[in-house]
């Protein structure tokens, strides 16, 4: 746990919420923190703020509000409404804490909000804050994939805008040329699984992309980590003269916050296969279901699919370059 983390704590702890009041925290920030309890139920993180937030989301976690003071200034307050995520909001806080600590209070809110918000489906629908190993896997397909894009020419922020599958899209990855399903698997495995009618199901060509990802020791040559990769990607971003905000917003929808605990478990990866997905790929269509069935979950054999194979590699997907820290 971290510094500021165990200070929220002992701050909510020294507290009583009948004498009122809140606390402040002793962090070096340009925005001023506050801890309180908004109900002897109900922990609450506050900024404290010249300016006002017009627009700031709420969810069934967290009720969040900018209220204007007497003094003018203005409270944007966080306040946890499920007890049982206690422990991911503060990790969230003292994660929001660090993330928004540069130079200046406009810039500082401004990153509060961005990294709220994409704190925001992680406490929705997760009951801890670390991804489960095979979801990282997924995330790493998705990752090494908008990797290869960018390091093949492609502008980082047109290569971002088209990984859609994070905000719900039903492929990953869609541009103007194609559209991509990335798909990530054991070395070992025979079968990948279509968890939806939708993820194939369209008229314009597209591509099936499997990658072959397991966990390993961290001596193994090559190996790295979930952590590793994603600040790799932005450095690769950064040294492009964009900003990575957007790459951290997207993985915020992918239910992944910055934290080292993804530092923690190595993977390799021991192929790449691309299929072309045309008329005659094997599938499940939606016109081909009846309107009774509302969702398909199916299974696709590797092997029968080798006619379909357009490139199968890894050792030339530009792992070398790569330093996973």
Known sequence: MSGKENELREKWNTINYYSGGALKLSVKHPIEWYVRYATPEHKSVVIVSQKAIKKIDSSKCIDASCNQR??????????????????????????????????????????VLRRYNAWLKLLDHKSNAVLGSNTQKGLIGELLFLKEKIENGMLPSVALAGWVGSEGADQDFVYADCWHEIKSTGAS??????????????????????????????????????????????????????NPDELILKLGAAGYIDMKEYDKQHFSVSSKQVYTVNESFPRIRRVDVPTEITNAVYQIDIPSIKSWEKERKWEDVSMDSTEFK
């Open 70 to 111: 007497k003094d003018g200034k203005y409270a944007i307050s966080f306040t946890l409404m499920d007890r049982k995520q206690e422990d991911v909001f503060i990790t969230m806080a003292g994660d929001i804490i660090e993330y928004s600590n540069v130079e200046t209070d406009d810039i500082a809110l401004l990153k």
């Open 189 to 242: 495995s025979s079968e990948i699984s279509i968890s939806s009618v939708e993820q194939l199901d369209r008229n314009d060509e597209g591509e099936l992309v499997i990658y072959r990802i397991d966990k390993c020791a961290p001596d193994q040559p090559k190996s790295f980590t979930l952590y590793g990769l994603v600040h790799e990607l932005i450095e690769l971003i950064s040294r492009h003269g964009e």
